[in-house]
């Protein structure tokens, strides 16, 4: 059985944060930083080597599969941010009707600028990913 490449890495998450560019992608990862801890209350951790997450679920599948992964989180990429949101969207169309321009992956959610966001229906997509990730796991603060 495989076993899960992307773990805690042990890195500051202040120098991930520090090492971002361009100087606006920096300003958004830090208020993307300061929203995940805000309705989370959790403190980020470094995934691999560029993913901030936020809390952590251990799951095992029907297959037999276990791991864990972070609960929520992002990285900041060159062209935007990349926001995880897990298990995936589930019935979340009201919320990111709401949301402003992105376009989304099956957990991941694209963002080119926060200044377009409606950051209050982002703290309520967080908010609805962690209920309906709970759903299915517990999570825990690390």
């Given at each position: 059985?495989?076993k899960?490449?992307?773990?805690?890495?042990?890195?500051?998450?202040?120098?991930?944060l520090?090492?971002?560019?361009?100087?606006?992608?920096?300003?958004?990862?830090?208020?993307l930083d300061?929203?995940?801890r805000?309705?989370?209350?959790?403190?980020?951790v470094?995934?691999?080597?560029?993913m901030?997450?936020?809390?952590?679920y251990r799951y095992?599948?029907?297959?037999?599969?276990s791991?864990?992964?972070?609960?929520?989180?992002?990285a900041?990429?060159?062209?935007?941010?990349?926001?995880?949101?897990?298990?995936?969207?589930?019935?979340?169309?009201?919320?990111?009707?709401?949301?402003?321009?992105?376009?989304?992956?099956?957990a991941?959610?694209?963002?080119?600028?926060?200044?377009?966001?409606?950051?209050?229906?982002l703290?309520?997509l967080?908010?609805?990913?962690?209920?309906?990730?709970?759903?299915?796991?517990p999570?825990?603060p690390?």
């Amino acid at each position: 059985m495989s076993k899960a490449k992307t773990k805690p890495s042990g890195t500051d998450p202040e120098a991930l944060l520090a090492a971002v560019t361009p100087e606006r992608r920096q300003g958004d990862a830090r208020r993307l930083d300061a929203l995940l801890r805000e309705v989370t209350g959790f403190t980020p951790v470094v995934w691999g080597d560029s993913m901030l997450g936020y809390g952590r679920y251990r799951y095992t599948y029907k297959s037999g599969r276990s791991g864990e992964f972070f609960a929520t989180g992002f990285a900041p990429r060159t062209r935007e941010l990349v926001l995880y949101i897990m298990p995936g969207y589930g019935d979340f169309e009201p919320i990111l009707d709401r949301l402003g321009p992105h376009r989304k992956g099956k957990a991941c959610l694209y963002l080119t600028r926060l200044d377009s966001v409606d950051m209050a229906a982002l703290a309520d997509l967080i908010r609805a990913g962690l209920e309906d990730l709970g759903t299915r796991w517990p999570v825990t603060p690390d």
